[in-house]
């Protein structure tokens, strides 16, 4: 089954505050995992089943060399995959409640 993937306009500014602060810490690391992303979501459309539910209906997808996970939904009906997040593993798991509020 192939998805429609769409995202969620926050997701474009946790990309980029991510990808900032690793091009501040060296030069082109954020350009490096900002690849890594485009990589691993370009895989949603044929693989987003392939990952496991973490919580609710939230389905996520490691970013390679990276410790971010890509936070997703997928929707069956309407063969749809819908990205909400960019989260670093070591975030509080508080924040993500308080964005979906």
């Known amino acids: 089954m192939k998805f429609k993937v769409e995202y969620n306009p926050d997701f474009y ?10 091009n501040e810490k060296q030069a082109g ?10 990589k691993q979501t370009a895989k ?30 997928v929707n069956e009906q309407t063969k749809t995959v819908k990205v909400e997040a960019l989260f670093h593993t070591s975030r509080d798991p508080k924040i993500w409640d308080e964005r979906t509020r």
């Open 13 to 22: 500014d946790d990309i980029t505050q991510a990808v900032d602060w690793y």
């Open 29 to 38: 690391l954020g350009d490096r995992l900002f690849r890594n992303i485009r």
């Open 44 to 73: 949603l459309p044929t693989t987003a089943l392939h990952f496991a539910i973490k919580y609710d209906d939230i389905r996520c997808i490691c970013i390679e060399k990276f410790p971010y996970l890509v936070h997703y939904r």
